[in-house]
């Protein structure tokens, strides 16, 4: 009996042993990183709004972690999809595919959005339009892959977002989970690309109806109205309506009923924010993130901030009180994180997939470079082929600043494609709110200075984007954003994002020098030591991890 027990007692010490050294030889790691990618945030928001900002959001991120201050979008077009990609690749759209948040597909004459994929089925909605995504357009793997691969897929990875792209793209190839909001439930969903039905854990989170909580008391300013003094005056001429109001000003005491109208109203406000860090919290206990010894990532796209500066512009109060709030909920979210993960058990990050620019009104009364451009573009550029050629609708496409012809006509009429492209590039140079216009085949040898050239190389992809490249003015915006603002050019207020890191692994303080959004997968995929993604092209930001 007695040899029996002390050859249990060894065995159970055996185990023990082994289990410490299984845990000694696991490589440092932090418990769980968390993405988190505002939507169209400027890099001047940081301080814009600093003295309004209590101290435990933003400014704990700024006081306690490491803040990059020069830190730009190396690619054209600066959008959404394109911003998040580049992020978790640390790669450009001439390698990682996602040339837009849709393209013109040459080969079908379709246009394609990014994330649609007709081979799947939506996962906890009705809507096909809304469930039938997945990363099929990605061609590099993101941090997120990289996380799983290492970790022989036992780190778990999921990403949310009110955007099906902003959840998707992040999350990469085959996470966990990704959950985006659908408009016509007002639930979290997801597709059969990763599961055939939501987890119990999003079922009792839908089942809370929480945005409907969340809009039941409309929407006014958190500080009275005339502490705004960073903003321009409510009711100004430049912003869109939200719902049913007849002025963009506050208070917005009909939202309740505009959220039962129109769902997507909540994605205005503040309050789809609050939704979206209160579902990752759900992500976070559901999955049992950050609970263990092997790392987790949970990738958050804070959304509310982009629908707001579209339809608001950047020097709106509503847009103002968007952050001011956000830095609330971003104080709470740390809180939680520091009692649930573990104080010094995570690292977080926080940057933008883009900027954007201020409002044309708002530019106009300051006395201000700006305009519009392009109205009417692809009617009257398609009459000039054909008084040049004879041939009708040439030009099939504008996206993305670039311009698409058909090249089955082109060939069809034995006209050369190079003298077409040629002859519109030299029509549109004319144009006196173009900056440059060049043939994308030609670009090596065109006269266009940096960084502008190899942001238009880094952001051309052969194979999706379209034949013409346009760089417009400073300023210059399309004629649908007349109300409001919106992005995608080289400008600084479009490509200098917010970068900080904070937490685990990582120094503190704030630098000047130059990097760009590609550096931080790479470093990330350092702090982690694991691979970088497969197209990286970024490198480690050394300052932050201090090796």
Partial sequence: MFKKASLIALAVFSIGINAQKAKINQPNRPKLVVGLVVDQMRWDYLYRYYSKYGNDGFKRLLN?????????????????????????????????????????????????????????????????????????????????????????????????????????LPAGHNPTGAYWFDDSSGNFVTSSYYMNDL??????????????????????????????????????????????????????????????????NIRYTPFGNTLTLKVAEAAIEGESLGKDNITDFLAINIASTDYAGHKFGPNSIEVQDIYLRLDQDLAEFFKYLDKNIGKNEYTVFLSADHGGAHAVGFMQEHKMAT??????????????????????????????????????????????????????????????????????????????????????????????SGDIQLISHDSMLPPYAKKGTTHSVWNSYDSRVPLIFMGWGIKNGESNKEYNMTDISPTIASLLRIQFPSGNIGNPIVEVIGK
């Avoid at 109001?245 to 769902?263: G, V």
């Avoid at 392009?374 to 670039?402: F, H, R, W």
């Avoid at 709110?433 to 040898?445: E, R």
């Fill in 371 to 464: 305009g519009f451009f392009g109205e009417g573009a692809e009617k009257s550029l398609n009459e000039k082929y054909k008084l040049k050629y004879g041939v009708e609708n040439l030009l099939t496409s504008i996206d993305n600043y670039q311009i698409y012809l058909d090249q089955s006509l082109v060939e069809k009429n034995k006209l050369d494609m190079t003298n077409v492209v040629d002859y519109l590039v030299d029509e549109l140079n004319k144009d006196q709110s173009v900056l440059f216009a060049v043939n994308l085949k030609k670009l090596g040898q065109a006269p266009i200075p940096e960084p502008i050239k190899t942001r238009i190389i880094n952001g051309y992809n052969w194979q999706r």
């Fill in 199 to 264: 987890p119990q854990w999003m079922k009792n989170f839908n089942a809370q109806n929480l945005p409907e909580k969340l809009v039941a008391n409309g929407w006014n300013t958190l500080l009275p109205l005339n502490q705004y003094t960073e903003s321009s005056p409510d009711n100004s001429p430049w912003e869109g309506l939200l719902g049913s109001a007849k002025t963009p000003t506050f208070p917005y005491n009909n939202l309740a009923a505009d959220y039962q109208a129109k769902k997507d």
């Fill in 64 to 168: 306690k972690g490491f803040s990059l201050n020069n830190v730009h979008i190396n690619y054209v077009p600066t959008v959404t999809a394109l911003g998040h990609t580049s992020i978790y690749t640390g790669s450009v759209p001439a390698i990682h595919g996602i040339a837009g948040n849709d393209w013109y597909d040459k080969g079908t004459g379709k246009n394609v959005y990014c994330t649609t994929d007709e081979t799947v089925k939506p996962v906890g909605t009705q809507n096909v339009k809304v469930g039938s995504h997945s990363p099929k357009n990605l061609w590099s793997t993101t941090i997120t892959d990289e996380l799983r691969l290492a970790t022989n897929f036992q780190g778990k990875v999921v990403g949310v977002s009110l955007k099906d792209r902003a959840s998707i």
